[in-house]
């Protein structure tokens, strides 16, 4: 074989190397962080159109941030306009005492008759259901937050 050959094959070889290596990163990087979907619902910037026609009705919001699941199981909080704060900081609304959670974690806050729930940048996420909170996400009745082992759900 030809000196030109060789370094043909030798190129091609480390291309389809670069390439597995490549491929195994974005498998890594799926399992770990999820896949890349846009999520479900109008888009930024698009309003109804016609507001009006959205339901008043206050006896579906939430009262009560109900602790389901982790070390503070049973704990409840009434809800009212101040935004709660969650993670393992003193001043937090609710404290998690969890080594998955940051000092400060998320933040569930109230806008236009719902709660919004919003991951404040922290290490592990946040997970609304069993999607991760990418931006700040409406959080429907009884959907479970996990925020490191703590399990918590918006109650009547």
Known sequence: MS???LLLIRLAFLAVL???VIAAVGVIRTDLFGSRTAPAGPRKGIKPTNPA???KNKK???RQLVVTG???QGTTINLTETPITIGRANDATLVVTDDYASSRHARLFPQDGQWIVEDLGSTNGTYLDRSKVTRPTPVPLGVPIRVGKTVIELRK
């Open 18 to 20: 670069w390439f597995f």
């Open 3 to 5: 000196e030109l050959t």
């Open 53 to 55: 026609a959205k339901p």
């Open 60 to 62: 579906g919001e939430p």
């Open 70 to 72: 982790g070390p503070l």
